[in-house]
């Protein structure tokens, strides 16, 4: 375990977490909404910290980045929790499904992680990213990490659903490097009701970001609810106010977790909102159409 950053202490033994807009307020032995920051005798900790339960080196492009050293391979490591409860969760094992307790995470230390990236340099490697689950609520261990990476050379990619409050994401965008965020629906009641989130907050991340690091857009595309051409003029008008040059990747949704009343998404349907976004955006790309 490690203690926590962006909490302050309450009265009776509470603590209010303010590592993401959730800002759960946790009793004793508690834990926030994300399931890995825990109070514990009146102080928070990162139940995560160090643990690891997927590592690999991926084509960059699987992140996906596509326009970020293509044809480089990065290193790419995940723990366990998610601060949304989206329930069409395309890796909810994971995300949803491990505990704290699972003997599937592997134990290992800033310092490590960034050793084991630069023994993969001679094969293509450009640096570590933080994916798999989501990794603002792996925060002290990212940010550990991405300093480490950083001063050797290494890049720092996250991969994640942008929902993170303005102070840490701030003191983390000078070590990163570039970002795939999930804009996952336009709609603020999909966020709301579906997601457990907010959009505000998401775009305020790719703004954050945008102007920080090189960034790509993912949006999962689900047969009724987020598939309208409607939207997706929306979505690309916004990404085009903040840069035509953001990249947008629209990925087919299968069916998973506790979404599995609807077929996946038809290549078609994906096709004609790239040519929707296309009229505001200069790189846009489908995901998963096999």
């Known amino acids: 375990m490690k203690q926590a950053m962006y909490y ?17 307020v946790i009793k004793q032995d508690g834990a926030g909404i994300c399931r890995v920051r825990k109070n514990i005798g009146g102080e928070l900790y990162s139940l995560n910290y160090g643990k690891v339960t997927s590592i690999a080196l991926d084509p960059v492009e699987k992140k996906p980045l596509y326009r970020f050293h293509p044809g480089k391979y990065i290193l790419s490591a995940g723990t366990f929790g998610c601060n949304l409860k989206c329930s069409f969760c395309q890796n909810w094992s994971i995300s949803q499904g491990m505990s704290p307790d699972d003997e599937r995470a592997v134990d290992i230390t800033p310092g490590q992680l960034v050793k084991e990236a630069l023994k993969h340099v001679r094969h293509g490697n ?25 001063k050797e050379g290494l890049a720092n ?7 993170i409050s303005r102070k840490p994401l701030e003191e983390l965008l000078p070590f990163v490097d570039a970002m795939n965020i999930d804009v996952k629906s336009f709609n603020p009641s999909f966020y709301k009701e579906i997601c457990k989130g907010s959009l505000e907050n998401v775009k305020e991340t ?85």
């Open 8 to 24: 302050e202490k309450r009265e009776g033994g509470s603590v209010q977490c303010f590592l993401c807009p959730h800002n759960c």
């Open 206 to 290: 790719v703004e954050m970001a945008a102007a920080k690091c090189h960034v790509e857009v993912t949006t999962l595309v689900i047969p009724g609810f987020n598939d309208s051409v409607e939207e997706m003029d929306e979505i690309a008008r916004w990404l085009a106010s903040v840069s035509p040059e953001i990249v947008l990747h629209l990925s087919r949704y299968f069916p998973r977790y506790k979404m599995n009343d609807r077929s996946p998404t038809p290549v078609r349907t994906l096709e004609n909102l790239r040519d929707e976004a296309l009229k505001y955006l200069r790189h846009v790309y489908l995901g998963n159409v096999w």
């Open 126 to 150: 450009i640096g570590i990213a933080y994916t798999y689950n989501e990794p603002s609520i792996w925060y002290e261990f990212v940010y550990e990490t991405s300093m480490l990476a950083k």
């Open 157 to 163: 990619v996250l991969v994640t659903n942008g929902f």
